[in-house]
């Protein structure tokens, strides 16, 4: 059934002198905002405010099937914007009613603004979410749809929509310069015209843009439904594309009597399974390279989730494996890598709006650290940055209306556990370790950089 109206929830807003709120025991998470409606990436701005990109409730226009949502249908509204709290308090919503897509009735899962970062001058790039096949967004890109091949497993799964039945979103699947003060945007990249024409990892035509990141003149995007990473310069100029590999698993991690949808996994020889990588965050390293977290397609196994860094010789390595569901990673002054888990289990069977979440750092010398444990207050997490007063920020509870929120981790009890057997990944943590001076230096924006093209499967 399809909402005939509806009102977002208010969004209430509080620092830690007027409503800190204590999660249990362990960590102490400081709620910094509330009612966020599908809370995705979170930033600060030059002038010290947070921002927090709210992808909306979708509505009640035309749908979709998602692969995002196993094929349930997601549907079109202008639910979705950006939300600013000021260092001084001041609260607003900035570009309101902006386009959105979500399941109904629920509003869960939704796309449309996904995040904002700034340039070292203080401008605002805004990145906008899809999760679809991206001939379904507009007319324009229905009729690019209709020149270019589609794989036939997808076909069956989820095809493309009739003309008349087109999503009239065209603001999503893009990377704009955007103005904060007047909400004016110039188009630097469109992701769903890419992924038609150019289908980077060769497998499902599908775009899903999800976190973003600047770093000297370039942004840095990774796609979530298109399995891969992008280098864009921010004046539009010139554009690379890297696909991030499969993920190769055995078949004895699939859930006993799963059923599988026609075409979804790859059967591979000798008892392995091939799934889809879903990278989800991307952050530059202490040692320049570009590193990479995936979340898993489906059907999303506990402790399969890979790190990937990608180094001057342009080849993507599996850096650190045995993590779960990776929404988004970064790294602090010290050189430690920060891992948020959107759940510590797999999503499969399980309520996606309350999983519980965590927080890992990665030291240098390979030492993983759980600084929030599941169960401690992060569940369905979904993005992660540092603040200027040096603080990890999260958005907790990124999925469903109104539930989302940012939280400032503000004290630690830290359970150190050993290191998954990665060769690559102590190897590689060994040469940030050898480079940690570099993370001493300021902080870009998010931390990201060198990202190329023509990558090998590993």
């Not at 947070?50 to 995002?68: F, K, M, T």
């Given at each position: 059934m399809k909402l005939k109206s509806f009102a977002l929830?208010?969004?209430?807003?509080?620092?830690?002198?007027?409503?800190?709120?204590?999660?249990?025991?362990?960590?102490?998470?400081?709620?910094?905002?509330?009612?966020?409606?599908n809370a995705r990436g979170v930033s600060f701005g030059p002038d010290g405010s947070?921002?927090?990109?709210?992808?909306?409730?979708?509505?009640?226009?035309?749908?979709?099937?998602?692969?995002?949502?196993?094929?349930?249908?997601?549907?079109a509204g202008n639910t979705s914007s950006l939300v600013k709290v000021s260092a001084d308090g001041t609260k607003q919503r900035l570009l309101n009613n902006f386009e959105s897509l979500a399941e109904q009735p629920t509003g869960n899962q939704g796309a449309g603004i996904e995040d904002v970062q700034f340039d070292s001058k203080g401008n605002?790039?805004?990145?906008?979410?899809?999760?679809?096949?991206?001939?379904?967004?507009?007319?324009?890109?229905?009729?690019?749809?209709?020149?270019?091949?589609?794989?036939?497993?997808?076909?069956?799964?989820?095809?493309?929509?009739?003309?008349?039945?087109?999503?009239?979103?065209?603001?999503?699947a893009q990377l704009y310069k955007v103005d904060l003060k007047t909400g004016a945007l110039n188009s630097i990249f469109d992701f769903a015209k890419y992924e038609i024409t150019k289908n980077p990892d060769k497998g499902d035509v599908v775009t899903n843009p999800y976190d973003l990141t600047i770093n000297g003149d370039s942004a840095y995007v990774v796609d979530g439904g298109g399995n891969a990473a992008y280098k864009i310069k921010l004046d539009g100029s010139k554009s690379e594309a890297i696909a991030i590999p499969k993920n190769v698993i055995s078949d004895s991690d699939l859930p006993p009597g799963l059923q599988l949808p026609p075409g979804l996994l790859e059967q591979l020889p000798g008892g392995?399974?091939?799934?889809?990588?879903?990278?989800?965050?991307?952050?530059?390293?202490p040692d320049g390279a570009l590193y990479v977290g995936e979340y898993t397609g489906f059907p999303y196994p506990a402790g399969k989730s890979?790190?990937?860094?990608?180094?001057?010789?342009?080849?993507?390595?599996?850096?650190?494996?045995?993590?779960?569901?990776i929404t988004d990673l970064t790294f602090d002054k010290k050189g430690n890598l920060l891992v948020l888990q959107f759940s510590d289990k797999s999503q499969l069977g399980g309520d996606i709006t309350d999983l519980p979440g965590s927080l890992i750092e990665v030291a240098p010398d390979g030492t993983r650290t759980t600084l929030v444990a599941a169960g401690q207050g992060l569940d369905s997490a979904d993005g992660i940055t540092i603040g200027p007063d040096g603080k990890i920020y999260i958005t907790n509870q990124g999925v469903g209306k109104g539930r989302g929120e940012v939280v400032r981790v503000d004290g630690i009890v830290a359970e150190k556990v050993p290191e998954p057997g990665s060769v690559v990944g102590l190897l590689a943590l060994a040469g940030v370790g050898a480079t940690a001076a570099f993370a001493k230096r300021k902080r870009p924006e998010k931390s990201d950089e060198e990202l190329l093209v023509n990558a090998e499967t590993v």
């Open positions: 929830t208010s969004v209430t807003f509080c620092f830690a002198a007027i409503c800190g709120t204590p999660s249990v025991q362990a960590a102490t998470l400081t709620t910094i905002v509330d009612g966020v409606s947070l921002y927090v990109a709210e992808p909306g409730i979708g509505g009640n226009g035309n749908c979709q099937p998602s692969p995002s949502t196993l094929f349930q249908p997601i549907c605002a790039y805004l990145l906008t979410g899809y999760a679809g096949y991206p001939g379904n967004r507009d007319l324009e890109t229905f009729k690019l749809g209709t020149q270019s091949p589609i794989p036939q497993n997808q076909l069956g799964s989820f095809p493309p929509s009739t003309a008349d039945k087109v999503l009239n979103s065209p603001l999503l392995k399974t091939a799934i889809q990588a879903v990278p989800t965050g991307g952050t530059i390293g890979r790190i990937f860094r990608i180094g001057d010789d342009l080849k993507p390595e599996v850096f650190l494996d045995g993590f779960t569901h």
